[in-house]
């Protein structure tokens, strides 16, 4: 089993930044892939960014998202600036095992842009 769980959601204002993380814990020896997704209300869950060999972004957040893993402790997170109401989401962190390429979800978090 593993498990996923992120923190750092809540709620912020346009323009304004936020930290996600994700630790991950349990029976997981390499991890071929880690990332966030989203999902806003009525519409299908996104990429926001990805780590494998490299570094893969969502088009709606380039330049203003950075993802970054800590291997050591199996931990992703998320920085987000320049936020803005079209950010407004339940986020997921995810994991993709590697060699059996079992995937792993976390329970979600949720971030709220308003004013």
């Known amino acids: 089993q593993v498990q996923l769980v992120e923190s750092g959601g809540g709620l912020v204002q346009p323009g304004g930044s936020l930290r996600l993380s994700c630790a991950a814990s349990?029976?997981?020896?390499?991890?071929?892939?880690m990332g966030w997704y989203r999902q806003a209300p009525g519409k299908e869950r996104e990429l926001v960014g990805i780590?494998?060999?490299?570094?893969t972004y969502g088009d709606s957040v380039k330049g203003r998202f950075t993802i970054s893993r800590d291997n050591a402790k199996n931990t992703l997170n998320l920085q987000m600036n320049s936020l803005n109401p079209e950010d407004t989401a339940v986020y997921y962190c995810n994991v993709v095992a590697k060699y059996t390429y079992d995937i792993y979800w976390g329970q979600g978090t949720q971030v709220t842009v308003s004013s």
């Open positions: 780590i494998t060999d490299r570094r």
């Open positions: 349990g029976s997981i020896f390499s991890i071929n892939s």
